[in-house]
T-cell receptor
Framework: DGGITQSPKYLFRKEGQNVTLSCEQNLNHDAMYWYRQDPGQGLRLIYYSQIVNDFQKGDIAEGYSVSREKKESFPLTVTSAQKNPTAFYLC?????????????FGPGTRLTVT | DQQVKQNSPSLSVQEGRISILNCDYTNSMFDYFLWYKKYPAEGPTFLISISSIKDKNEDGRFTVFLNKSAKHLSLHIVPSQPGDSAVYFCAASRGSNYKLTFGKGTLLTVNP
């Protein structure tokens, strides 16, 4: 089955530690995205990548880093510089050509930092 | 500045009736609009979309209407079912830029 996997579902870390969230897709999509969702908020874009070895900052990139070494994978690192890291993190992917813009989402990772 | 607005945080309807979820946008460059449905602790799932060259798109029980002059779109669900209870997000995109801008969502509750 084609889809997007995120692991783990729940992640707990101590303040001051970096943590990396995994995102893998087998949809053969060129573009991948990271969002965070906070209670009562929409989805806010952290980083996105439209092609391997290239990525751009989204609206709230501070305190985060990404890499895109493979088409299938787009890991997100939440660094100790991120002031409010506790959130629900969502990875998505989409085609980067054509006339449809649908993004397909993974199941999300709930990160709790104490 | 919030470019996509969903002004109703919540909506409650009876099973079998129509649910109407509304979305307003401010950026006139947006030309593609999408609706997503999200259950708690899960990723959003794509429901339906509409291009700015159309004013209506229908898929089963779901219809999206676009009023470009008012910068307004709405999602109609007929008939509403209890399984439709979820948060619905409106999103918009412009041109060949595949980034999506999301609204804050509307929690729909369909009562049996």
């Amino acid at each position: 089955d084609g889809g997007i996997t995120q692991s783990p579902k729940y992640l707990f870390r101590k303040e001051g530690q970096n943590v990396t969230l995994s995102c893998e897709q087998n949809l053969n999509h060129d573009a991948m995205y990271w969002y965070r969702q906070d209670p009562g908020q929409g989805l806010r874009l952290i980083y996105y990548s439209q092609i391997v070895n290239d990525f751009q900052k989204g609206d709230i990139a501070e305190g985060y880093s990404v890499s895109r070494e493979k088409k299938e994978s787009f890991p997100l690192t939440v660094t100790s510089a991120q002031k409010n890291p506790t959130a629900f993190y969502l990875c998505a992917s989409s085609k980067s050509t054509g006339s449809s813009y649908e993004q397909y989402f993974g199941p999300g990772t709930r990160l709790t930092v104490t | 500045d919030q470019q996509v607005k969903q002004n109703s945080p919540s909506l409650s309807v009876q099973e079998g009736r129509i649910s109407i979820l509304n979305c307003d946008y401010t950026n006139s460059m947006f030309d593609y609009f999408l609706w997503y449905k999200k259950y708690p602790a899960e990723g959003p799932t794509f429901l339906i979309s509409i291009s700015s060259i159309k004013d209506k798109n229908e898929d089963g029980r779901f219809t999206v209407f676009l009023n470009k002059s008012a910068k307004h779109l709405s999602l109609h669900i007929v008939p509403s079912q209890p399984g439709d209870s979820a948060v619905y997000f409106c999103a918009a995109s412009r041109g060949s830029n595949y980034k999506l801008t999301f609204g804050k969502g509307t929690l729909l509750t369909v009562n049996p």
